[in-house]
């Protein structure tokens, strides 16, 4: 029972550095989204692609870029990572119309 | 006024306990209603729908009052096992992102 996959679960990074956050489901489903959670806050939507070949800015999306690779796979990728940019990040995808999310277990990235 | 709000907590109640949680939103075309459960450093998980009539599962009951904006969780017989934050989640349309409430803490104390 997979679900959600995200690698890699923990990372650390130098200012500046490039980095892809892979994410995988078996769902099935159309939808996938990124989003960042900081300490003792709420989660923040980075990006989503509501199906195949479509992408679409969320709330917080400057310093990122997102490939939706097939139906199961949506990467992330910071090109120069920045300190502000630690954070714990999560993929979920959805099914059609008022399906809930599934949540991957999160990638926790930390930036020197 | 934001899309969905929840009152922060924290709750801190003791085991065996009865709490409800609230959290109104602002899109009256919402169409889907969730709450989920986040334990610390954890992903959120789904707890439960939230449908119309109102649903029950175990010891856990959501409500909805569409013409108030309004959703409710009511936990009875408090665990410390219930101890996490609580998240009010809205579907604005089919297929649109889902708008996730800042949650709710909740400590169960022995």
């Known amino acids: 029972n997979a679900g959600v996959t995200q690698t890699p679960k923990f990372q650390v990074l130098k200012t500046g550095q490039s980095m892809t956050l892979q994410c995988a489901q078996d769902?099935?489903?159309?939808?996938m989204y990124w989003y960042r959670q900081d300490p003792g806050m709420g989660l923040r939507l980075i990006y989503y692609?509501?199906?195949?070949?479509?992408?679409d800015k969320g709330e917080v999306p400057n310093g990122y870029n997102v490939s939706r690779l097939n139906k199961r796979e949506f990467s992330l990728r910071l090109e120069s990572a920045a300190p502000s940019q630690t954070s714990v990040y999560f993929c979920?995808?959805?099914?059609?119309?008022?399906?809930?999310?599934?949540f991957g277990d999160g990638t926790r990235l930390s930036i020197l | 006024r934001k899309e969905v709000e929840q009152d922060p907590g924290p709750f801190n109640v003791p085991e065996g306990a009865t709490v409800a949680f609230n959290c109104t939103y602002s899109?009256?075309?919402?169409?889907?209603f969730f709450w989920y459960r986040q334990d610390c450093r954890k992903e959120p998980k789904l707890l439960m729908s939230?449908?119309?009539s109102g649903n029950e599962d175990g010891r856990f009951t959501a409500q909805l009052n569409r013409a108030s904006q309004y959703i409710s969780l009511l936990i009875r017989d408090s665990k410390l096992s219930d101890s996490a934050t609580y998240l009010c989640?809205?579907?604005?349309?089919?297929?649109?992102?889902?708008?996730f409430g800042k949650g709710t803490r909740l400590s169960v104390i022995a």
């Open positions: 979920a995808s959805k099914g059609q119309g008022g399906q809930p999310q599934h």
């Open positions: 769902m099935n489903h159309n939808s």
């Open positions: 692609s509501a199906s195949e070949g479509t992408t």
């Open positions: 899109n009256s075309a919402s169409q889907s």
């Open positions: 939230v449908y119309s």
């Open positions: 989640v809205v579907s604005p349309s089919g297929n649109t992102p889902l708008v």
